[in-house]
């Protein structure tokens, strides 16, 4: 019964999460919205570890699979996208590389001046 | 063949399964980044349905029942994150402040390109929210009058790119804590690159979809200001 009550939790919040999208007026999605709910439930012990770890990490380890299906739907956009294709492929390229460049090198600036930034992994 | 395609209620799913399969079978014997898993199985779910002249509707008919799980699964990203509790109460300002610079060079950088090569408004704010889980890039781009539609197709290519590219990208500029890597992969390629960061390790994954949540929602409140500019 293990997978089942895990299974139950999961979706459970993920609904709660939806329920909030409806009402909530905010360009929030559901799933943040779920996050939310599900970190609040485990730190204040509403919900257990033990009681959503298995099935959870079973679905984020099939995660990157999710987006097979949305990313082959390009071939239907691929109309709208092939006349300004390349400008938008190079503000694409240069664009991720500043953002994941500069966000990880300035948390390894913010870390290292921090009390205790030497006990991180 | 598009009759026996629709005939099936899994057989999109096990088209998209077994390109991944492939793709993680071709990375492990090239030994090689370039063999990217989700790439190769998107370029051969592709060929495969040009191949066979099948329409991309009657493929995601059965599909889409594997992106249907994805909310679920974003919800289960706070369980690494719950894990790794601590490192979030301790660091966040750190946490916070760095997220936050790579939500800004971002924009600043997408602002900058489009001036550059003379594209419209319409198409500037198409690409402004490139960077964040595609539920709230939609929300934005047609908030600012973009084409949501393109920015989906940009929002996947940007988490692809990050995918393919991160274990590079934070070998290559040094990136010393997984703490950084993490949230780097999560900020600026959300749930797709978030596959690799927890490929990487515990703390890189739970970082990396703390990120998706805290770049998705400053990029809200950004967009703001950053839609009134070209």
């Known amino acids: 019964m293990k997978y089942l009550k895990q299974l139950l939790i999961i979706f459970l919040a993920t609904c709660i999460g939806e329920m909030m999208r409806f009402f909530i007026p905010l360009p929030i999605p559901a799933g943040i919205y779920g996050m939310v709910i599900m970190l609040l439930a485990l730190i204040t012990g509403i919900v257990k570890l033990e009681n959503v770890k298995e099935t959870g990490?079973?679905?984020?380890?099939i995660m990157p699979v999710m987006f097979i299906p949305p990313a082959v739907g390009l071939i239907d956009t691929w109309g709208l996208l092939s006349d300004i294709f390349v400008p938008v492929i190079v503000i694409t390229v240069i664009s991720t590389f500043v953002v994941m460049i500069v966000t990880g090198k300035l948390t390894d600036l913010l870390l290292s001046r921090s009390k205790g930034g030497a006990d991180i992994e | 063949m598009n009759d026996i395609i629709l005939s099936s209620a899994t057989i999109g799913v096990?088209?998209?399964?077994?390109?991944?399969e492939l793709g993680a079978w071709m990375k492990k014997k090239f030994r090689s980044g370039i063999f990217n898993p989700l790439m190769i199985s998107i370029v051969l779910t592709i060929i495969f349905l040009l191949a066979f002249g099948i329409e991309y509707e009657n493929y995601n008919a059965g599909a889409k029942y594997l992106s249907y799980l994805l909310t679920p699964a974003t919800v289960s990203l706070s369980i690494p994150l719950y894990m790794k509790l601590d490192l979030l109460k301790k660091h966040l300002w750190a946490i916070l402040g760095g997220i936050l610079s790579g939500v800004l060079s971002g924009m600043v950088c997408i602002l900058a390109l489009a001036a550059a090569f003379g594209l419209s408004h319409e198409q500037y704010v198409t690409l402004l929210p490139k960077s964040i889980t595609t539920a709230i890039g939609i929300g934005i781009a047609e908030e600012y009058g973009g084409v949501a539609a393109i920015t989906v197709a940009v929002i996947i290519i940007t988490g692809v790119l990050g995918n393919m590219t991160a274990e590079f990208v934070c070998r290559t500029f040094g990136i010393k804590y997984a703490v950084s890597r993490g949230l780097a992969i999560g900020t600026a390629s959300h749930a797709i690159?978030?596959?690799?960061?927890?490929?990487?390790?515990?703390?890189?994954?739970?970082?990396?979809?703390?990120?998706?949540?805290?770049?998705?929602?400053?990029?809200?409140?950004?967009?703001?200001?950053?839609?009134?500019?070209l």
């Open chain 2, 193 to 229: 690159g978030t596959g690799k960061a927890i490929e990487m390790g515990e703390t890189e994954g739970a970082m990396s979809g703390l990120a998706i949540a805290v770049a998705g929602l400053m990029t809200v409140a950004a967009a703001g200001v950053f839609s009134a500019f």
């Open chain 1, 57 to 61: 990490e079973f679905l984020i380890e």
């Open chain 2, 14 to 20: 096990v088209i998209s399964l077994l390109a991944y």
